[in-house]
């Protein structure tokens, strides 16, 4: 039996078992309610109702902070002596590898496509939102976190929910919290391995191969696609066994490498159509308010926006909190300003470029595809750029595998950290989970297991609800914690050498 139809067998053989589970699973999660003649996804209007409640909380936080939260990038409010694993610009690349991925370049295709170009504002608005978010959670993240004996950090939902919820609400917030932390890092650690891990090499399997020659090519077979499993697996497994101080050490060059290529491609693009930037912004903004052709109208484009940013920045899911947790502060209020770009990097920056590339080249497929055509939004991206790049596929290649690398990478790191909370940081524990987490990106190369990926983003969304309810209870701590920050920038500005002292309060070392 070929290697070929073995694979084919289990593919068939797992959706058969599990895609009645995954429909279902998915018609919970997304459910969605009609509105002004389209659609609106629950769980999208929850992520966006986070990101306004948080926003008014703290004040445009997003906005008059974000200076500051470049500063402390910068290291201009380090301390000496902080406890932690990676500075604050590796915490803040680590979190940024694991949601700048394939969704921005074919997801953003398939959001201008059913949405028209003014999908691009609401999907702006949504992530500016979404900062406020991702500054609560964070905040939350550090605050909480686990200092091993040995210098490790964990941190995420799972550390922040019951202790935050203990210390908040006595016996009655523990067992809450308890139950809460025990499902989020369940549907992490299944994220991770299908939807962060098996999914991605997947998808930059089959872009590399249409790049070599399709299925006839060297890389067609089941061979290559199994040398490419290895490989990727390989190259995983290495930097997983370092921990988040390697992991950060890749994805702090990783993330800026691929971030470059992809936004210089962009500006090409969009320089080389010059004359087209003003009509195309224009189109944004009208097509924001008056949209032709987008069932719903004004709501419908807002709807697909809003849905765009919320998949695309995850703020609110819980999963950035485990990365940042590693920083090395005093301040857990200052991880989470530098967390409040990670969502402006994703979509502000990332996913809006990729929208001004197809609306300014405006390429054939994507007046096919907005006219009903199943067409694939990494086809209208890659179409879109070849209007000025013809050389461009090989270039999206690379970039696709920096995306995609850097995404199994930090997927691999939530994991480890989800499993560890569930079943121990022992030697053996944390070592079958690294071999069983290198087996799935061998498995991406030949498998797809789309049900189980569809499953997974559906649990993945699940922790949303868990999370922001957690958010909602603990947001009165994030405000105590961001003044104590905040004073500690105004002595720091009076005082360069402010908090450098060796009579500073270092944090409480704990353990699992």
Known sequence: ?????????????????????????????????????????????????????????????????????????????????????????????????????????????????????GATFWMILCGLLGMATK???????????????????????????????TERF???????????????????????????????????????????????????????????????????????????????????????????????????????NITAVPDAVASIVEGAFNPEGVAGGVLGALIIGFKRAAFSNEAGLGSAPIAHSAVRTKHPASEGLVALLEPFIDTVVVCTMTALTIVIANPASWGEARAGEDIGGVTITSDAFETALPWFPYILTVAVLLFAVSTVLTWGYYGLKSWTYLFG?????????????????????????QTLIDMADAFLFTLAVINIIGLYLLAPVVKRELGTFLEFVRARKADPNAGDGDDDQEPVKTTV
């Open 1 to 117: 039996m070929s290697l070929d139809s073995v694979t084919q067998s289990v593919d068939e053989a797992v959706s058969g078992f599990f895609e009645p589970i995954a429909k279902w699973l998915g018609e919970v999660v997304f459910y969605t309610v009609p509105v002004g003649g389209t659609d609106l996804p629950l769980i999208v209007a929850w992520l966006v109702v986070a990101g306004l409640v948080f926003t008014g909380w703290f004040g445009l936080i997003q906005l008059r902070k974000f200076k500051l939260a470049v500063d402390v990038v910068r290291g201009k409010y380090d301390e000496k002596g902080s406890t932690g694993e990676v500075n604050h610009f590796q915490a803040l690349t680590a979190a940024v590898s694991g949601t700048v991925g394939l969704g921005n370049i074919a997801g953003v295709a398939v959001a201008v496509s059913i949405g028209g170009p």
């Open 425 to 449: 940081r022992s030697r053996a524990s944390e070592v079958t989970y690294k071999v069983v987490y290198t087996v799935f990106a061998v498995a991406g190369s030949l498998l797809t297991l």
């Open 170 to 272: 006595g016996k009655n917030g523990k067992i809450l919290g308890k139950v809460l932390a025990v499902l989020a890092s369940f549907l992490i650690l299944f994220f991770g391995l299908f939807g962060g891990n098996l999914f991605q090499v997947n998808q930059s399997y089959a872009q590399l191969v249409s790049v070599t020659g399709g299925e006839d090519g060297a890389l067609g077979s089941s061979a290559g696609a199994l040398f490419f499993g290895i490989l990727i697996a390989a190259l995983v497994g290495i930097v997983l066994l370092g921990g988040i101080r390697s992991i950060a050490n890749v994805t702090s060059r990783l993330v800026p490498a691929m971030a470059g290529i992809y936004i210089v491609a962009c500006l090409i693009v969009i320089l080389v």
């Open 135 to 165: 500054f609560v959670e964070v905040t939350l993240g550090v605050k909480y976190r686990e200092v091993h004996p040995d210098g490790t950090v964990s941190g995420g939902p799972m550390h922040y929910l019951p202790k935050g919820l």
